[in-house]
């Protein structure tokens, strides 16, 4: 009876072991032929592979040779060194976009899945950057266009100061109290600009009144003769002193005087100190407004 159920596991075993056998060995040979098929195929490829990856590496270095060429350019040219900047970025992102596609189309990438890619992802970017578009548009008209320019006096929508920078987006002034204001460019190119620095020169206007009782002729000789001590008010064009009102309690100067554009305020200040300083020592008033009050005795 043992011998007999010895004898069977014996051939269950043997059976096993050869079923098995052939099973392994079929596996081996199915990967061993699909990795000579691979290895057929990218020593094939190896050629074309090596000289796309030749061509994206000699396109790059031709890149930043042209990039270095296009900075020097633009340091010569009297391009604002924002837009200059931003531009050379621009011209780098677009030739590596450039030579990866040829790189691409070397290893037989078609080009139409290349251009879908490219027109997906810059739609998914303006999607992403739709509020700032206008912005970036804006910042290209100000710095192509240039309205001003850093260091110009500007008032934008009732904002004035210093120019300190232009960005892509935002443009940045300083304040005379030293405040900085941040406004997007796509509301600059809507607003109203004053640039107060865009010419060399300035005209300071100011207006004095004198009492009716005062002498006008002599309250407009002091006020010439002010002008002509003062060193810092340009002869050209000639500075105008005449009457422009005939208010209800006084009489109105009108003065107008050029100066250089850094000199305006202390022409402004020194001009209606000293005239104050002079009418007191000559006894001619700035009046105050007045109301005359007319009382009507009753008759008898």
């Known amino acids: 009876m043992t011998e007999t159920l010895t004898s069977v596991l014996t051939e269950n075993a043997e059976t096993t072991t050869e079923i098995q056998i052939p099973n392994v060995m079929e596996s081996v040979e199915n990967a061993s032929s699909l990795l000579t098929s691979l290895t057929d195929k990218f020593v094939s490829a190896l050629p074309v592979l090596l000289f796309a990856v030749t061509v994206f590496f000699l396109g790059i270095i031709l ?5 270095k060429f296009t900075a020097k350019f633009v ?10 900047s931003f531009l050379i970025s621009l011209i780098r992102v677009m030739l590596y976009i450039l030579v990866a596609i040829i790189a691409l189309s070397i290893l037989n990438v078609p080009m139409t899945s290349i251009v879908t890619v490219i027109g997906t992802a810059g739609i998914a970017i303006g999607l992403a950057l739709q509020n700032s578009l206008s912005n970036l548009a804006g910042g290209f008209i100000i710095l192509f266009s240039k309205p001003f320019k850093s260091g110009d006096l500007i008032e934008i929508d009732n904002s004035l100061g210093t120019v300190d920078s232009i ?11 030293n405040k900085s204001v941040f406004i997007p460019n796509g509301k600059i190119t809507d ?3 004053i640039n107060y620095s865009e010419t060399s020169t300035r005209r300071v206007d100011l207006s004095f009144d004198i009492s009716y009782n005062d002498d006008f002729e002599k309250a407009k000789s002091i006020i010439r003769k002010i002008i002509e001590s003062e060193p810092l008010i340009l002869r050209e064009p000639e500075p105008l002193v005449r009457m422009n009102q005939q208010k209800e309690s006084s009489l ?5 005087v050029w100066t250089a554009n850094d000199n305006y305020w202390k022409v402004y200040y020194n001009l209606t100190e000293n005239v104050k300083l002079e009418f007191d ?15 009507k005795g009753k008759q008898g």
């Open 281 to 295: 020592k000559n006894d001619i008033e700035i009046p105050y407004n007045q109301i005359d009050l007319h009382i």
């Open 252 to 256: 109105g100067i009108c003065v107008q």
């Open 75 to 84: 340091e010569r040219s009297n391009i604002e060194n924002t837009a200059g």
């Open 191 to 193: 607003a109203k600009i």
């Open 167 to 177: 960005g892509i987006l935002y443009t940045k002034i300083i304040t005379p109290d």
């Open 63 to 67: 890149s930043k040779l042209l990039l």
